[in-house]
C-alpha cells in the first residue's frame, strides 16, 4: 500500500487529490458547461439564455427522471419509467424542496462527479503512484461518453457509490463498503453485481485469519441486495407485479436477453450494414467500442499485478449482463461505472507523452458526443 506525505486540506482531502482529482473535476465540468448550451445556441440560432445553461442538459433519460421525482412512479401515466431505480429521481424530489429540480439534479451530479474523481485517486494510489492515480482520474473525466457526468443522469452518483464501496473494502470497513454498495444497488441495477466483487474481497482479506464462526462483519455485504429487492417492491406496489420492468423494457425499451454472441454478433453486423444511417457511429460503433474496452479491462484485471479478483468479478461480471441485453446501445457510457477501466488505463501515466495524446484524443470525442447530445443527438 502507497501513502502520500501530501498535506490536508480541512482534514479531508490532501492537496495532491485537491490537485489531481477536484481541480480537473470542476474543470471538465464548467467546460462541458459551457459548450453545451453554446452548441444548442448555434444549432438554434437563437442568443443563450441564463436557463439555457442546464436546459441543453435536459435530453433523453433526464426528463424522465424530472418527472418520477415529481410525480413518482404510475401504472398509467409513462409506466414504462418504471425501468429506471429509485434513488436518483428520489434525492432530486428531496432537494426540490429548495431549488428548482433540474438545478438539483445537475448540482447533484456534478458533486457527485468530484466525489468520484478524489475516490478513484484514493483507490489507485492504494497500488500505484501519484502519476498514475492522476491519469487515472483525468481519463475517466475526459473519457468520451463522460458527458453522462454533468447530465441529470445516474452515472456519477452510482461511479462515487461505487468506488468509495471498494475503497472502504480496501481498508476493511466492510459496513461502510455494504452500505455504499446499497446506495449503487439503488441507483442501478448494476449496483448488485458488487455483492460477489466485496465477497471476494472479503475472504481475500480474511485469509489466513484463524476463527471459528461467522464474522458478522460480512453480513454488511449482504446489502446491495436491498436495491432490488425495494425495486421488484416498487413494481409490486404500483403494478401488483414485481417483474413488470421486464415486460416495460422489451415493449418501450427494445430490451430482452439473450445470449452474449448474439448481441455482438447482431452489433457487428449493425455496423458492417448500416454505416448510411445518421446515427451509426453511436448507436452501433460506439457501443461495439465500448464492449471491446469492457473485454480488454476484464483480461487486465485477471492479468495485471495491479489488479485485484475482486475488480476482476465486478468487470467481468458487469460485461456478461450487458452482452445478454439486445440494443446495447448505452454500453459506452455503462463503461464508466466499471472502475477498473480507468484504473487500467491509469497506467499511460508512466509514459507522459502517450497519456497526453490519449487523453487529448478522448477529450475532443467528449466534447463531440457533449455537443450531439446538447442538441438532441443520440451520444450513448
Known amino acids: 500500500m ?38 444548442v445556441a448555434i444549432s438554434s440560432g437563437a442568443p443563450v439564455g441564463v436557463g439555457d445553461i442546464l436546459g441543453a442538459w435536459n435530453q433523453w433519460d433526464a426528463p424522465h427522471y424530472l418527472t418520477i421525482a415529481a410525480s413518482g412512479y404510475s401504472a398509467t401515466a409513462n409506466p414504462e419509467y418504471i425501468v429506471f431505480f429509485p434513488l436518483y429521481p428520489a434525492l432530486i424530489r428531496l432537494g426540490s424542496v429548495l431549488a428548482d429540480p ?46 453522462a457526468f454533468a447530465a441529470p443522469y445516474t452515472e456519477s452518483l452510482f461511479v462515487a457509490a461505487v468506488v468509495w464501496s471498494f475503497l472502504a473494502a480496501r481498508r476493511g470497513d466492510w459496513r461502510g463498503a455494504g452500505l455504499l454498495a446499497m446506495v449503487a444497488s439503488l441507483a442501478r441495477l448494476q449496483g448488485v453485481f458488487l455483492l460477489p466483487a466485496l465477497v471476494v474481497e472479503y475472504l481475500l482479506a480474511r485469509r489466513g ?3 471459528r464462526g461467522i464474522d458478522r462483519r460480512g453480513l454488511w455485504l449482504l446489502l446491495p ?16 407485479d414485481p417483474l413488470r420492468f421486464l415486460a416495460m423494457q422489451r415493449e418501450f425499451w427494445f430490451h430482452e436477453n439473450a445470449m452474449p454472441w448474439e448481441v455482438i454478433g447482431d452489433l457487428v453486423g449493425d455496423v458492417a450494414t448500416r454505416s448510411g ?24 484485471t485477471i492479468a495485471s499485478r495491479r489488479s485485484r479478483p475482486s ?32 484504473l487500467m488505463l491509469g497506467a499511460l501515466g508512466r509514459h507522459p507523452a502517450i497519456a497526453v495524446v490519449f487523453g487529448a484524443a478522448s477529450a475532443a470525442l467528449l466534447l463531440a458526443l457533449t455537443v450531439v447530445f446538447a442538441v438532441g443527438g443520440w451520444a450513448g
Request: hydrophobic share 60%; proline share 5%.
Open 2 to 39: 502507497r501513502a502520500t506525505r501530501a498535506s490536508s486540506i480541512g482534514g479531508w482531502i490532501t492537496s495532491d487529490e485537491a490537485v489531481d482529482a477536484v481541480f480537473p473535476a470542476l474543470l471538465v465540468q464548467a467546460v462541458l458547461h459551457l459548450v453545451a448550451p453554446l452548441a
Open 102 to 147: 433540474l438545478f438539483v439534479a445537475s448540482v447533484i451530479s456534478v458533486v457527485c462527479t468530484v466525489v468520484a474523481a478524489v475516490g478513484l485517486y484514493r483507490l489507485a494510489r492504494l497500488d500505484a503512484p501519484r502519476a498514475v492515480a492522476r491519469a487515472a482520474v483525468v481519463l475517466m473525466l475526459v473519457f468520451p461518453t463522460a458527458f
Open 209 to 211: 485469519i484463524d476463527r
Open 225 to 240: 441486495l436491498v436495491g432490488p429487492i425495494a425495486y421488484l417492491l416498487i413494481n409490486q406496489a404500483v403494478f401488483e
Open 277 to 300: 444511417e445518421v446515427d451509426w457511429a453511436t448507436t452501433y460503433l460506439v457501443p461495439l467500442l465500448g464492449f471491446g474496452l469492457l473485454g480488454v479491462t476484464a483480461v487486465w
Open 311 to 342: 475488480y476482476a468479478v465486478y468487470a467481468i461480471v458487469t460485461l456478461v449482463s450487458l452482452s445478454t441485453l439486445t440494443w446495447p446501445i448505452s454500453v459506452a457510457r455503462y463503461a464508466l461505472g466499471v472502475f477498473p477501466v480507468f
